[in-house]
């Protein structure tokens, strides 16, 4: 049972372009989501969050977007470098009133090109 | 400052060995998380620990694998009797409070059972 879909593998965009990366989501209890950047052989790093009543989170060049009518969240990134090149990971977290459990999507491996 | 350490970063065991995966985390961290990424999946909730506590193992495999966090020295994830289908990508995670928009993750402990 996934409750964390992230239904493209890959996506290959040019520099300086938008990057929009897509989770979908089954379990309405989530308080939160985050996205998670990983580089081979390195552990997931933070990028961005967003609670559960929002509908939107700007970072620098990261904006995550929340729609709960469509459980369905997206991170953005403009403009595109190839240092972002990685896969991002969605998660979500705060379901049940286990407020440190996360529940990962299988990820989407982004790559940039100069 | 250093992050979450983990070692041995790569693991190789023959099946039916024991496997001992260290997570020292973050200084001032008191609260661990282990995920499993196998291949080609996202990362797993296993455990969730606290100094000699165990506060949530759900995500556990219900045989031959343990957790613990002991007062002093790193957490420990321990795996008896390993099989191949235990070949994967082991994550700790820490955290200063409890929750998982603060966990900080370490590099991970590829397992490969041969």
């Known amino acids: 049972d996934q409750q964390v879909k992230q239904n493209s593998p890959s996506l290959s965009v040019q520099e300086g372009r938008i990057s929009i990366l897509n989770c979908d989501y089954t379990n309405s209890m989530f308080d939160y989501f985050l996205w998670y950047k990983k580089y081979p052989a390195e552990g997931p790093t933070f990028l961005i969050s967003?609670?559960?009543?929002?509908d939107k989170n700007e970072d620098g060049r990261f904006t995550v977007f929340l729609n709960k009518s469509a459980k369905h969240l997206s991170l953005h990134i403009v403009p595109s470098q190839p240092g972002d090149s990685a896969v991002y990971f969605c998660a979500g977290g705060g379901s049940g009133g286990s407020n440190y459990k996360l529940t990962f999507g299988k990820g989407t491996l982004l790559t940039v090109n100069p | 400052n250093a992050g979450v350490m983990q070692n041995p970063r790569h693991l190789v065991r023959r099946r039916g060995q024991e496997a001992r995966l260290r997570c020292s985390p973050m200084?001032?961290?008191?609260?661990v998380y282990w995920y499993r990424q196998l291949p080609e999946e996202g990362l797993k909730f296993m455990v969730y620990?606290?100094?000699?506590?165990?506060?949530?193992e759900s995500g556990m495999p219900k045989e031959r694998f343990s957790a613990e966090f002991p007062k002093e020295g790193p957490s420990i994830l321990r795996i008896q009797q390993v099989v191949r289908g235990d070949s994967a990508a082991y994550f700790c995670?820490?955290?200063?409070?409890?929750?998982?928009?603060?966990?900080?993750f370490g590099q991970g402990t590829r397992l490969t059972v041969v």
């Open positions: 995670a820490s955290s200063p409070v409890v929750g998982g928009t603060e966990a900080f």
């Open positions: 620990l606290q100094k000699e506590n165990i506060i949530d």
């Open positions: 967003i609670s559960s009543i929002k």
């Open positions: 200084k001032g961290h008191s609260h």
